[in-house]
Structures are given as structure tokens and as C-alpha cells.
């Protein structure tokens, strides 16, 4: 049965993704001479720049929560979209644990948008009193934060954190029976896990470790990854060839960034199947990812306004967009 809740905000996703860059956008954001003139740029297609100048943070920050605000307005349930920004709540965890035990304000360095409202987060961990949170959030918490007071080990407390957060969202994506969402969690899960393995591998990790940096995914066998990787970076990429994600991990030895820019394409190849799409959540699924695609190269044409860098160098690096 269509699921016909939906239609009103599938409409207005339409309407709204007229707006989304393109192409043709993008090359004439890159060709405009200065940081100041980019921002005006911005401003001219819908985008709310401040009239002071402002850090390129805090305006990719105001877009992505402009964006997450108008979906709260218009779906049904926007719980469905939510594994799409746990990993938001997971940082914003782990920066505040550490944060707290080095003096520095817990929200300094916090994400939006995010599950949890960071009130209630920094609540948490100022006091100390992570029951107050969620599960599973409050046991890693409690977890994590133990292991920094005990050993000072902030590696140990990340893959704690890490490995809860790609569980999770696992879990929370299969719950919602979408497809499209399970696949999206599906590919940013396992990247992580190879990026992780590759890690370890890298720096000798022993098979312990890998237990329990590595999470369990669809797409990925766990046992074989942390056999391979414990093994050494030639078996680790022996195996990683020959599963789905032999493109991408063929791009970790040459770049990290290269890497995640293949990671960032392919999800926005998933939302190809849903620009024809009117009833359900995935165009409001597929806004939202796009749009986080949009943000990620409007930083990197940012920066290389800042820093005078070549367009050829420059457009190398751009995301597929999905208008």
C-alpha cells in the first residue's frame, strides 16, 4: 500500500529541490574570484549569510540545521531519518567526555543536528550522571569515561564510543524498514570499518583490539576482517578486493580523502531510484543526504577560496551531486 501520509511532504521536497546546486552551480561558485564574493554567491541562491563575516563553520552549520528544521516541519516522522545523524549524538559524546577531562567547555566542539539535545547531553556528563541519557548511550558513556579516569587511554575510550555509535545505527536503520536508510547506514558502517581495519593493520593491532574496534555489518564479514587485518595490510586488502567495496578500498592507499569522496558518491548514487518516488519517506531521506553532499563541497570551494588553491585541484575533490 503507498504510503500516502507522505505526499504533502514529498511535494514540498520537490519544491525545495529545485534549489539544490547543480552542476552549472558549482563551477560558478568556483569561479568567482574571492571568499567574499563565494559568500555572496551563497546568499543570492537562498542561503542565510550573516551581514558580519562569519567562519565557514558556522555558516555550513546554520544551512544543515535550516535543513533539518524544514523536514522536522514536514514529515510524518522524521524518527525514520534518524539514523542518518546519530553519529552527530556519538561525536558530540566522545568530544564532551574528553572535553570535560580537559578543562574545555563539554559543548566546544558539538554537532548539529543531533538526536539528543545537547542541554541534556552536557546535563550528562557535567554530572557525571549518564543514566540520564538513552541507551545505549548511557552505558558507553558511563564506559568510556571510566576508561579515560582509569588509564588516560583516549584511543580505548573512541573505539568504544565508535563501535556503540555504528551498532546502533545499524540497529535503528533495520528498525525502520526502510530500505533506503539501512542502505545509506549499511555503507557509511562499513566504510568505517575498513578505514578502522585498515588502522589497525597499518599499526601492527592485534586481533583483541580489532574484536573490539570493528562492528558487525551486513556487507562485511567481521571475523574475516579482523583475521585479515591482524594478519597485515596485504591480506587485509586481499580480502577487501573482493567484496563490494574493492573500488573504494583501492582509494585508501592512495588518499584518505579520496576515499571518503568515494564513500560520499555512493551514497548519493543510492538516491538515484528515488527521484521518481511520491509517496514514502525517501525523497525526504534523499533531500537530506543530498544536501549534506551540497554543504561538503560548498566547504571545500570555501577553503579553496581562502587558500587560492586551482579549480583542476579543486573540482577533483567535489562530491557527485544528485540534481
Avoid at 554567491?41 to 550573516?50: K, Q, R
Avoid at 522536522?72 to 558530540?92: F, G, Q
Wanted: hydrophobic letters at 40%; one cysteine or more; aromatic letters at 10%.
Amino acid at each position: 500500500m503507498e504510503n500516502t501520509q507522505y505526499a504533502f511532504s514529498v511535494a514540498s521536497i520537490r519544491v525545495k529541490e529545485s534549489s539544490l546546486f547543480g552542476q552549472t552551480e558549482m563551477e560558478q561558485l568556483l569561479a568567482v574570484p574571492t571568499y567574499t564574493a563565494a559568500l555572496s554567491f551563497l546568499s543570492e541562491h537562498g542561503w542565510e549569510i550573516p551581514a558580519e563575516r562569519t567562519e565557514t563553520n558556522t555558516i555550513l552549520r546554520r544551512e544543515l540545521l535550516r535543513t533539518w528544521d524544514f523536514l522536522c516541519e514536514i514529515a510524518p516522522d522524521i524518527s525514520v531519518l534518524y539514523p542518518l545523524i546519530l553519529r552527530k549524538d556519538y561525536h558530540n559524546l566522545k568530544a564532551g567526555i574528553k572535553s570535560s577531562l580537559s578543562g574545555f567547555d563539554v559543548n566546544m566542539y558539538f554537532m548539529s543536528p543531533s538526536t539528543i539535545s545537547h542541554e541534556l547531553m552536557v546535563d550528562a556528563i557535567t554530572r557525571r550522571q549518564f543514566d540520564i541519557l538513552p541507551e545505549p548511550f548511557a552505558a558507553v558513556g558511563e564506559e568510556a569515561y571510566d576508561a579515560l579516569v582509569r588509564t588516560s587511554d583516549g584511543q580505548l575510550a573512541d573505539i568504544l564510543i565508535d563501535c556503540a555509535a555504528l551498532n546502533d545505527i545499524l540497529s535503528r536503520a533495520k528498525a525502520t524498514r526502510n530500505k533506503l536508510v539501512t542502505d545509506l547506514s549499511e555503507l557509511y558502517c562499513a566504510a568505517a570499518n575498513m578505514k578502522t581495519a585498515i588502522r589497525a593493520a597499518r599499526t601492527g593491532k592485534n586481533e583483541e583490539f580489532l574484536q573490539r574496534a570493528l562492528s558487525e555489518c551486513g556487507t562485511l564479514e567481521k571475523k574475516v576482517l579482523v583475521t585479515e587485518a591482524a594478519r597485515g595490510f596485504e591480506p587485509l586488502m586481499a580480502y577487501l578486493a573482493g567484496t563490494v567495496y574493492s573500488a573504494g578500498a583501492a582509494l585508501v592507499s592512495e588518499s584518505p580523502a579520496a576515499f571518503e569522496k568515494w564513500c560520499d558518491d555512493e551514497g548519493i548514487a543510492l538516491l538515484e531510484r528515488t527521484k521518481y518516488e511520491f509517496f514514502g519517506p525517501e525523497p525526504l531521506i534523499a533531500y537530506y543526504f543530498s544536501k549534506e553532499a551540497e554543504i561538503k563541497n560548498v566547504r571545500i570551494l570555501l577553503a579553496a577560496k581562502e587558500n587560492k588553491l586551482p579549480a583542476d585541484k579543486v573540482r577533483q575533490r567535489l562530491r557527485r551531486l544528485y540534481v
